[in-house]
């Protein structure tokens, strides 16, 4: 019998993120939560002043701290009781702000949580040489404090990381990306670093290899349906929710599941597409008319489906743990990523 995707308390759920701490169960993490921000900002210190005020331009622009979270939740349901997770967690959360660095120099992008990017008021050289050395910091922090293991697996997810971005480079601008290509850039880019938020977890709380895999398949699939989320919102959300321009993937060339699945619909869009791709990026009308095309052709609502099924995965894998206010918290983390998209 699968998990069940809705929530099962009597409490209206959630409609933002906000609320979630606010009203709803993630407010069981807020003290790790405060003590993960304290950390990110000492982490940074570096001999020149440039290392801490591009990171603080990135860090203090917010973001929801979702990698963090779930590494705390997660610790808590394997039964850690210390204060080592909170090292882990920040460590998560410098991981992906080094690939948004780079990631933005790449993608040539300039917003960013609703700020310009670091690229656009420093030049590509100092965020990529940031970047770098936030990737190093992380992993001097891990080994000075002995988590070996765990950093030999990061280090294979960092691998992921930089494979995925590659995967993506290779197909930028191409219409017919495969569905089996756009399944394999996300789970590199986006759900091996949750995976590992959640391996991480069971092993600094000493579970045995079959609940460990449980936690890391955990962050696999909420990381899947995340990832899917943002990209359905990209074409019908607003950039408030998403801290980006609207359609800016498109804008940027890139082809995600909304756009693919929509184009198995409907020939005519995916010619629209190839001559937006091969032409103008930056032709507006064209952007809006195949994301309103998009927006109407079932291509959203497929995509939602797929997203509610790695929920459910993930749910099955929560719901192999004993009921607890840290396994609810996670659950309804997946939920409400699912629920931000209608």
Same mark, same amino acid.
């Given at each position: 019998?699968?998990?069940?995707?809705?929530?099962?308390?009597?409490?209206?759920?959630?409609?933002?993120?906000?609320?979630l701490f606010a009203r709803g169960p993630l407010g069981v993490v807020n003290e790790d939560y405060a003590k993960v921000e304290k950390?990110?900002?000492?982490?940074?210190?570096?001999?020149?002043?440039?290392?801490?005020?591009?990171?603080?331009?990135?860090?203090?622009?917010?973001? *929801?701290?979702?990698?963090?979270?779930?590494?705390?939740?997660?610790?808590?349901?394997?039964?850690?009781?210390?204060?080592?997770?909170?090292?882990?967690?920040?460590?998560?959360?410098?991981?992906?702000?080094?690939?948004?660095?780079?990631?933005?120099?790449?993608?040539?992008?300039?917003?960013?949580?609703?700020?310009?990017?670091?690229?656009?008021?420093?030049?590509?050289?100092?965020?990529?040489?940031?970047g770098d050395f936030i990737f190093a910091r992380a992993f001097t922090i891990m080994m000075d404090r002995g988590h070996f293991q765990?950093?030999?697996?990061?280090?294979?997810?960092?691998?992921?990381?930089?494979?995925?971005?590659?995967?993506?480079?290779?197909?930028?601008?191409?219409?017919?990306?495969?569905?089996?290509?756009?399944?394999?850039?996300?789970?590199? *880019?986006?759900?091996?670093?949750?995976?590992?938020?959640?391996?991480?977890?069971?092993?600094?709380?000493?579970?045995?290899?079959?609940?460990?895999?449980?936690?890391?398949?955990?962050?696999?699939?909420?990381?899947?349906?995340?990832?899917?989320?943002d990209d359905v919102l990209d074409y019908v959300g607003v950039s408030r929710d998403t801290g980006k321009g609207e359609t800016s993937?498109?804008?940027?060339? *890139?082809?995600?599941?909304?756009?693919?699945?929509?184009?198995? *619909?409907?020939?005519?869009?995916?010619?629209?597409?190839?001559?937006?791709?091969?032409?103008?990026?930056?032709?507006?009308?064209?952007?809006?008319?195949?994301?309103?095309?998009?927006?109407?052709?079932?291509?959203?609502?497929?995509?939602?489906?797929?997203?509610?099924?790695?929920?459910?995965?993930?749910?099955?894998?929560?719901?192999?743990?004993?009921?607890?206010?840290?396994?609810?918290?996670?659950?309804?983390?997946?939920?409400?990523?699912?629920?931000?998209?209608?």
């Amino acid at each position: 019998m699968s998990a069940p995707i809705h929530s099962e308390g009597g409490l209206s759920p959630a409609r933002t993120f906000d609320d979630l701490f606010a009203r709803g169960p993630l407010g069981v993490v807020n003290e790790d939560y405060a003590k993960v921000e304290k950390l990110l900002t000492s982490s940074v210190d570096a001999s020149f002043d440039l290392v801490p005020t591009v990171v603080r331009h990135l860090v203090g622009a917010g973001g *929801k701290r979702i990698r963090p979270i779930v590494h705390c939740l997660a610790a808590r349901l394997a039964g850690y009781g210390g204060e080592e997770h909170i090292v882990l967690a920040s460590v998560s959360e410098m991981i992906h702000s080094a690939t948004l660095l780079h990631d933005d120099v790449i993608d040539e992008g300039t917003v960013r949580r609703g700020r310009p990017t670091a690229n656009r008021i420093w030049g590509n050289e100092a965020p990529v040489l940031v970047g770098d050395f936030i990737f190093a910091r992380a992993f001097t922090i891990m080994m000075d404090r002995g988590h070996f293991q765990i950093a030999r697996h990061l280090a294979r997810t960092v691998e992921d990381l930089v494979q995925g971005e590659l995967l993506q480079l290779a197909h930028a601008g191409d219409p017919l990306l495969a569905r089996e290509a756009y399944d394999e850039i996300i789970r590199c *880019k986006t759900a091996s670093l949750f995976s590992w938020c959640g391996r991480a977890a069971a092993m600094i709380g000493g579970l045995p290899g079959e609940r460990a895999e449980d936690l890391a398949r955990f962050g696999h699939h909420f990381g899947i349906a995340f990832q899917i989320a943002d990209d359905v919102l990209d074409y019908v959300g607003v950039s408030r929710d998403t801290g980006k321009g609207e359609t800016s993937d498109l804008a940027e060339g *890139k082809v995600t599941l909304p756009l693919i699945l929509a184009m198995e *619909k409907d020939e005519a869009l995916a010619g629209e597409v190839r001559e937006l791709l091969h032409g103008a990026a930056d032709d507006k009308d064209r952007v809006a008319w195949i994301a309103a095309t998009v927006a109407r052709n079932g291509a959203v609502e497929d995509s939602i489906r797929i997203a509610e099924d790695h929920v459910r995965e993930g749910l099955e894998r929560l719901h192999r743990f004993p009921e607890s206010a840290h396994r609810e918290a996670l659950a309804e983390l997946c939920r409400f990523t699912v629920r931000r998209m209608h």
